[in-house]
């Protein structure tokens, strides 16, 4: 029994990477509240999983950066179907800093910071075409020169106060492992499927 769910979800992970062809396996879904109390979720991609949290990079005017700055309360929520496995947690995020988010910017394949630097995450568009011709003259102004992170494209950080794992069992007799932090310890309890 692993008491330290930090270690127990990066066990998980690495067997995610090594025993499946899942190609996103760091996918999760983010939820936050938005402005009308409703939830509301999105696939990101998790960069790193540290004591300190989960990191993840987004857009900072996209509406979960938005829902953030309003209510740092978070989701996270992980479901790898090849392993049966399922995590979710909760945690309240805060913005990563500066070199970090640089960190992260730098790792990013080229065409994913064109279409940063070309697209205003989640505002409606006109069309396709219109989408394309904003993405081919931001490449043309760029041409070969470095790309810089701008400075609203960042990241948050979800410090967890709850991690629960889930190994799905075929007759639903699945295991529930919950981790809480408490007093500045992880207290574990198991939970019925």
Known sequence: MIE???????????????????????AVCVSTIDNNGFPSGR????????KEGFTFCTHLGSPKSIDIARNEKVGLTFWWENLGYQVRVLG??????????????????????????????????????ELHKQFELKCHDIG??????PDNWGGYIVKPISIEFLSFKENR???????????SNWQRRLLQP
């Open 173 to 183: 007799l699945h295991l529930r492992e919950l981790y809480l932090y408490i007093d």
């Open 144 to 149: 070969n020169k470095k790309i810089s992170r």
């Open 92 to 129: 309240n995020a805060k913005k990563i800093p500066s070199l970090v988010a640089d960190k992260y910017w730098n790792m990013r394949s080229r065409d994913a910071k064109i279409i940063a630097l070309s697209c205003q995450q989640s505002q409606p568009i006109a069309s396709i075409q």
């Open 43 to 50: 696939f990101v991609d998790l960069k790193e999983v540290s």
């Open 4 to 26: 330290d769910p930090i270690e127990k979800f990066k066990i998980w992970w690495k067997d995610i990477e090594k025993n499946t062809n899942t190609k996103h396996t760091g």
